[in-house]
């Protein structure tokens, strides 16, 4: 099945422990991305990869890393979480372009204390 | 990426009826524009795109309109049906020296359907 994954789906953590969110997608897609999702701001782009190991910062950079040293993944990493980073995350694919249809993962709720 | 901004944070329609959500960009320069559909507890699903060249394109059930005069973008769902119940999100494409690798999102509208 086609899919796009992340994990953990769930995370409570402290400020400062550095935490890294898992993403893989099967679908042999060139362009991944992170966002994260606020009420009242929506949907907003965190990072994107066009290919492995080229990385873009998107509108919301600050606070995060990613690497994309495999095709198939992306993670995203808070090398020191802070309450403000409190959001639900999600992570895409697509084939080439963000324009072309993007398939998202279900999502990772977390919660920075 | 500039903001890509909705007119009304909710909308209810009549089960049956057309629907019309609207959108407005700030960014002229933008390629494309796609809306999203986002149903409770998942992540977002592509509906249809549209690119800067075209003023109108179908789907199943669904057109994109694209103003480029007034910077204006609306997705018309037709015979809305209860399943059409969601946050819907435009997004337009940016990036610099020629590309168009980012992407940004405006803030949704809710499509409430009534029975």
Redesign the interface.
Known sequence: EAQ?TQNPRYLITVTGKKLTVTCSQNMNHE?M?W?RQDP??????IY?S?NVEVT?K??VPEGYKVSRKEKRNFPLILESPSPNQTSLY?C?SSLF???????????TRLTVL | GESVGLHLPTLSVQEGDNSIINCAYSNSASDYFIWYKQESGKGPQFIIDIRSNMDKRQGQRVTVLLNKTVKHLSLQIAATQPGDSAVYFCAETWGSGGGADGLTFGKGTHLIIQP
């Open positions: 796009v362009y991305s966002y009242g701001l929506g949907l907003r782009q994107y066009m873009d998107g509108d999600f895409a372009k963000p324009w072309t249809e993007q398939f998202f993962g279900p999502g």
